[in-house]
């Protein structure tokens, strides 16, 4: 007997009553997240306040925190949300003022991984939000004091020490040395 899984809706995802959760949405299914240590937060509002500050300073769009949901497909849906994001200006002119999930993906997504992470559940959704559009996946890795870049399947870094991350031309100028991270 086939066990079937009932399929939800960014709508109803967007409904659903706060029980202390984060979800997520992945072609439908729902995927319940811890909330996150603190090393996780601390690193998370680092590079999310360092990228906001720079985002405004220069006038390049917007910086969305954690609780923020991006809808990246419908028919089932998927609502992903990073730890921090960056969408730019002229994304952010055609946005309207809808209370909603963010319409399709950031320019750039960070994802800061947990204790009950595993490496290839990172991997996969850093190459689902690739798929989505995102240009820059920034993965953190708290236990290893490593930041691993994805520009492209086949264009990945991994930065650690005296490195510095760079928003490239997605962010220009903005730039973050590693150790700041960790220390």
């Avoid at 497909?73 to 809808?98: H, I, W």
């Avoid at 991994?158 to 700041?180: C, E, R």
Wanted: contains cysteine; negative net charge; proline residues 6%.
């Amino acid at each position: 007997m086939a066990i079937q899984t009932q399929m939800t809706t960014a709508d109803e995802l967007l409904e659903m009553p706060d029980e202390g959760f984060r979800y997520e949405l992945v072609r439908g299914e729902l995927k319940k997240m811890s909330p996150s240590g603190r090393q996780h937060g601390k690193i998370a509002i680092e590079i999310g306040s360092r990228l906001h500050q720079y985002v405004k300073t220069h006038n390049l769009g917007e910086v969305y925190a954690a609780e923020t949901g991006f809808k990246l497909a419908s028919n089932p849906d998927t609502v992903l949300a990073p730890d921090a994001a960056y969408v730019c200006q002229e994304k952010v002119d055609t946005l309207d003022d809808t209370q909603g999930f963010v319409p399709g993906p950031p320019d750039l997504a960070v994802e800061v991984i947990s204790p009950n992470d595993t490496y290839t559940e990172v991997e996969e959704k850093s190459l689902q939000w690739l798929k989505s559009g995102v240009k820059i996946v920034v993965v953190v890795d708290p236990r290893k004091k490593t930041v691993t870049v994805y520009r492209s399947q086949n264009d990945i870094a991994i930065l650690s020490d005296n490195a510095v991350l760079d928003g490239g031309d997605v962010v220009p100028g903005w730039q973050l040395p590693i150790q700041d991270l960790f220390t």
